[in-house]
């Protein structure tokens, strides 16, 4: 069997597990196979949930050929960070210390997500992180290009994060991971490509807030949404991008 030179697939994504997306694992599995990825790292907010029950669900299919690794984004002291290929949960409500130290006595790896959006510390989370997201389809230019730059500066490795919450922002963006033989190495050390790139939707962000607002039953946060709506209707942009 002819070995691939690329792994396809999405980095960063949310399913119903997180509590700003509906998103069904059925949903993230046809889309893996009608867009002939190769993996999925399904990152849904402060729980493993959601990769393992999309794993299971292409067990289940005997599909032996997607890459699910155990994944979640948690939300540290010093803001989101992802966590790939952990054994179980993370311990997040202690201090970063603690929670770096659990990941790396489960020998997992570290993605630091959207850098310029809701961090602090920043310079330590890019010490520490293995990867840097340097591109997120939520975000403005301004800051997807200043994480771009300090990621060279500091000669980090880098990814292109889909941070999908809705079912058709899935297709914003797909990644091309270098095969350097086992998936673990090749995110680490393999080079990263674009195979394809979107912005999100205006409207799609809103809707997500929507989502979690309904979820935590936060009245307020829906009603804000709202009125964002409204005016970007009044200004012709509802469809606009990010």
């Known amino acids: 069997m002819e070995v691939k030179s690329h792994f396809k697939g999405i980095i960063h994504c949310h399913s119903n597990h997180s509590y700003d997306s509906i998103v069904s694992i059925k949903e993230i599995y046809n889309f893996a196979k009608n867009n002939e990825l190769d993996f999925v790292i399904l990152t849904d907010h402060n729980t493993i949930d959601g990769s393992l029950e999309l794993r299971d669900y292409a067990k289940n299919k005997n599909d032996t050929n997607l890459i699910v690794p155990v994944a979640a984004e948690y939300k540290t002291e010093f803001g989101d960070v992802i966590v790939v290929f952990n054994k179980s949960e993370i311990d997040y409500k202690n201090s970063f210390n603690e929670f770096y130290k659990s990941v790396k006595l489960q020998d997992a790896i570290t993605l630091l997500p959207h850098p310029y959006q809701s961090h602090k510390e920043l310079d330590r989370l890019y010490n520490v992180c293995d990867l840097i997201e340097v591109y997120n389809p939520r ?51 393999g080079k990263i ?5 979107s912005k999100t939707k205006k409207i799609n962000i809103i809707k997500s807030q929507i989502i979690k607002g309904f979820k935590q039953k936060k009245i307020i946060l829906i009603l804000k949404q709202m009125l964002k709506i409204i005016k970007l209707i009044l200004k012709n942009e509802l469809l606009n991008k990010a």
Not at 193 to 197: G, N, Q, R, V, Y
């Open 139 to 189: 975000l403005s230019d301004t800051k997807n290009v200043e994480a771009e730059k300090k990621a060279f500066l500091q000669k980090k490795n880098y990814y292109f994060g889909s941070d999908a919450h809705l079912k058709e922002d899935y297709e914003n963006v797909i990644v091309l991971i270098e095969n350097l033989g086992d998936f673990k190495t090749s995110i680490l050390n």
């Open 193 to 197: 490509s674009l195979f394809k790139k």
